[in-house]
């Protein structure tokens, strides 16, 4: 267990070494040795802490201002998203989808009658897919 006992803002960023050597007991010579870096980082409450201060700060510097609306001040509360979400994925494999069924007129297709799509429909499938 490592413990870092001296923990203020100042060091938050700095770059520590720890090397770790494992030895047989009875014997001096290192079996093997490996050096781990570790970097403190405020806890998420502290960075909690630091985004609301940073965001007050902003809305007075802006309150003070003639040029701005108070609307503009208003902060968004969204998270990094990772990427697509579900909906629009499925949204696209849909569409696909569509696009590869056999259009309404086609006779030498196994594909039942019912799924034959009209024009229409398939450029609706096009337009929401680009």
């Known amino acids: 267990v490592i413990r ?15 090397r770790l050597q494992v030895s047989e007991q009875s014997q001096r010579k290192a079996l093997g040795k490996k050096e781990i870096i570790a970097t403190l980082l405020p806890s998420a409450k502290e ?15 802006l309150a003070e201002s003639v040029f701005f609306d108070q609307s503009l001040c208003q902060p968004e509360n969204r998270t990094a998203s990772s990427g697509p979400s579900l909906l629009t994925v499925f949204l696209g494999v849909v569409c696909v989808a569509a696009l590869m069924l056999p259009t309404l007129g086609e006779m030498e297709s196994l594909v039942p009658l019912y799924l034959h799509l009209s024009v229409n429909q398939k450029l609706v499938a096009a337009y929401v897919l680009g």
């Open 4 to 18: 870092h006992r001296d923990v203020r803002a100042a060091y938050y960023g700095v770059i520590d070494k720890f």
């Open 47 to 61: 960075q909690q802490q630091q985004k609301e201060e940073e965001e007050k700060r902003i809305k007075e510097h």
